[in-house]
C-alpha cells in the first residue's frame, strides 16, 4: 500500500469574512497558513471531506458555495443559484452528498458534492437555520434555529422525521458539533454566552463553559477538544471536553467566522449508502431505518424505490406562494418548485421547448419566468398590468398572451417581454381565462363582465366572433386539440361543459362542484381544481365518469396544466 502522505494529519480550517486559513494541530504552535484561493468576499461556514479532500465553504456576498483542494487548486462554485444566506454546510462523506442551511430562503437543502442534483428536504416552520451537523452512520441531520423561538432540531437525511431536540434556554445557538465517539452534542449560543452539551437522545444537558464567551460564532470539535471563534475576543478557543482547561489557538484575529476541526485523510463509517450509491439512481438518503432514495427537483421516483425518471406528464398548479407539480405517472405527492419572490401566482403555462414555466403574479402585478428548476427567474412583464388572471404561452409563435381584468385587455408580446402590443381592448369587459390554438391562428377568452361569454379572435385580435353566448362566469378554459373541443368550468351554473370548437355541440361534463376554479384535459381525462374542496380531481373528458379526487390540497389551488 502506498505511503501516508506527509503533512499534518489533523487541521483546523478557518472561514475568515475574505480568505481561508489553516492550522496544524499536530504541533502547539498553532501558526495559521493562508490557502492560496483567490476571490473570496463573504466566507461564512466551513466543511471538509477527508475523501476527497475538498474543502467546501460558503460565501454570504456572492451567495454561492463553493469548493477547492486544500491548495487551492479545483476551485469550483458548486451551488450559486437560490443561494441567499447559507450560513451552515455539512458534508455527508459516506453518501457524497452535500448539506446546508440558508437564512434567506429558510431552507435545507442537499446535492451530489459535485452540486448537481439538487434538492429541497425542508421548507417549512424554518425561522433562522444557522449551524448544520451530519450523523450518516446513524442517519441523523441536526440544526439549530436562532429565530423566534431558538432550538436545536433533528431530522433524518432526507429530511423527514423531525423532532425538536431543545427549545429552552436558548438565544442565538451559532455552533453545534457532534462527538462520535461519545455520542454527545455540544452547542455554543452567542447569547446565553454558554457551551452546553448533552446526549445524542437528548438527554442529560448540562453547561460546559459559562465565562467569557462573549460572541460565539464557529464551533467544531475533533478528539477531545471543542474549537470556537469568538466575534469580540476575535480570537480562536479550544476548550478539553472532559477536564474543561481552555486554551488559546489564535488571539486577536479580526473576521473569523466557520471552523472545522478535522483529520486531513482519515474518515469512519459506513452505511448502505456508500456501495454503489445505495442502488439509487440519484440521491442516496440514509436513514436509521436504511436507505431512501431520492430525486433531484423536477424528476420523480418511480414505483421501484431506487429509479428517477423525467415525468412526462405533470400537473402545474399555484397555491399562495408556491407554484407546484404533481407527477401524472407516479402519483407522487406534490412538489413545490423552488421559486422566490412569488406573491400570488395566478395563470400558469409552460414552454416545453425550453422547459421554463410562465406565471402571472396579481399581487406583484408581473409576468414572470423561470426554469422547471426554478433557476434563472426574471419577470419579463413588469408594467402596465392590473389583474393579469388569463394567460397562454404560443409554442409556435413563441409569445405569450395574455388578458387582464384590471385593464380590459388582452396582449401580446415575445416570450422575454419585448415587442409588446395590445390585441383587443373595444368591447372588452373582465377578460378571465385565455386559451390559445397556435396551429389553426384562434386565441379564445372568457368575460365575466355584464354578460358573460366566450369569445374568439385570430391571434392578431382580428375576426373576433361570440361562441358562446349564454354561460356563467367561466373560468379555465382549456382546449383538446385532439379532439378538437372546448372546456369551461363555470362558477355561476357550477358545470364543467365542454363544446366543439365553434361553441355548438355543447354538453355537461360534470355537475354539482362547489366551487371549480381551474381545468385542464390530459388524455381520457379532465382534471380540475375545486377552492371550496381544496382538491384536484378528475374524470373521463367525455361521459364525466368515474370522478376521483386525485389530490387533497392545503390553501387555495388556483389554475393549473397538465404537461406532456
Ligand atoms: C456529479 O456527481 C455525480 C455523482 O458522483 C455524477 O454521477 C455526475 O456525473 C457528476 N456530474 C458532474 C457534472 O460532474
Ligand atoms: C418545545 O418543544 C416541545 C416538544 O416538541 C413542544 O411541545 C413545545 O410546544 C415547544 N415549545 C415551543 C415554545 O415551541
Ligand atoms: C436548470 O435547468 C436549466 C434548463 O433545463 C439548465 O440549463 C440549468 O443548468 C439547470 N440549473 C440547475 C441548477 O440545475
Known sequence: ???????????????????????????????????????????????????????????????????????????????????????????????????????????????????????????????????????????????????????????????????????????????????????????????????????????????????????????????????????????IERVHKHTTEREFIIDQLPDLMGLKATYVHQTFGTNLCAEANGGCSHLCLYKPVGVQCACPIGLELIADLSTCIVPEAFLLFSRHTDIRRISLETNNNNVAIPLTGVKEASALDFDITDNRIYWTDITLKTISRAFMNGSALEHVVEFGLDYPEGMAVDWLGKNLYWADTGTNRIEVAKLDGQHRQVLVWKDLDSPRALALDPAEGFMYWTEWGGKPKIDRSAMDGTGRITLVPNVGRANGLTIDYAERRLYW?????????????????????????????????????????????????????????????IQGLCGAARPWKPIS
Open 1 to 235: 500500500s502506498p505511503l501516508p502522505p506527509p503533512g499534518p494529519t489533523q487541521l483546523l480550517l478557518l472561514a475568515r469574512r475574505t480568505d481561508l486559513r489553516r492550522i496544524s494541530l499536530d504541533t502547539p504552535d498553532f501558526t495559521d497558513i493562508i490557502l492560496p484561493t483567490d476571490d473570496i468576499r463573504h466566507a461564512i461556514a466551513i466543511d471538509y471531506d477527508p475523501v476527497d479532500g475538498h474543502i467546501y465553504w460558503t460565501d454570504d456576498d456572492v451567495r454561492a458555495i463553493r469548493r477547492s483542494y486544500l491548495d487551492g487548486s479545483d476551485a469550483q462554485f458548486i451551488v450559486t443559484s437560490q443561494v441567499n444566506h447559507p450560513d451552515g454546510i455539512a458534508v455527508d462523506w459516506i453518501a457524497r452528498n452535500l448539506y446546508w442551511t440558508d437564512t434567506g430562503t429558510d431552507r435545507i437543502e442537499v446535492t451530489r458534492l459535485n452540486g448537481t442534483m439538487r434538492k429541497i428536504l425542508i421548507s417549512e416552520d424554518l425561522d433562522e437555520p444557522r449551524a448544520i451537523v451530519l450523523d450518516p452512520v446513524a442517519g441523523y441531520m441536526y440544526w439549530t434555529d436562532w429565530g423566534e423561538v431558538p432550538k436545536i432540531e433533528r431530522a433524518d437525511l432526507d429530511g423527514t422525521e423531525r423532532l425538536v431536540m431543545v427549545n429552552t434556554s436558548l438565544g442565538w445557538p451559532n455552533g453545534l458539533a457532534l462527538d462520535y465517539t461519545d455520542r454527545m452534542i455540544y452547542w455554543g449560543d452567542a447569547k446565553t454566552d454558554k457551551i452546553e452539551v448533552m446526549c445524542m437522545d437528548g438527554s442529560g444537558r448540562r453547561i460546559l463553559v459559562e465565562d467569557k464567551l462573549p460572541h460565539i460564532f464557529g464551533f467544531t470539535l475533533l478528539g477531545d477538544y471543542v474549537y470556537w471563534t469568538d466575534w469580540q475576543r476575535r480570537s
Open 489 to 549: 368550468t363555470d362558477l355561476d351554473t357550477t358545470l364543467i361543459e365542454s363544446s366543439n370548437m365553434l361553441g355548438l355541440e355543447r354538453e355537461v361534463i360534470a355537475d354539482d362542484l362547489p366551487h371549480p376554479f381551474g381545468l385542464t384535459q390530459y388524455q381520457d381525462y379532465i382534471y380540475w381544481t375545486d377552492w371550496s374542496q381544496r382538491s384536484i380531481e378528475r374524470a373521463n373528458k367525455t361521459s364525466g365518469q368515474n370522478r376521483t379526487v
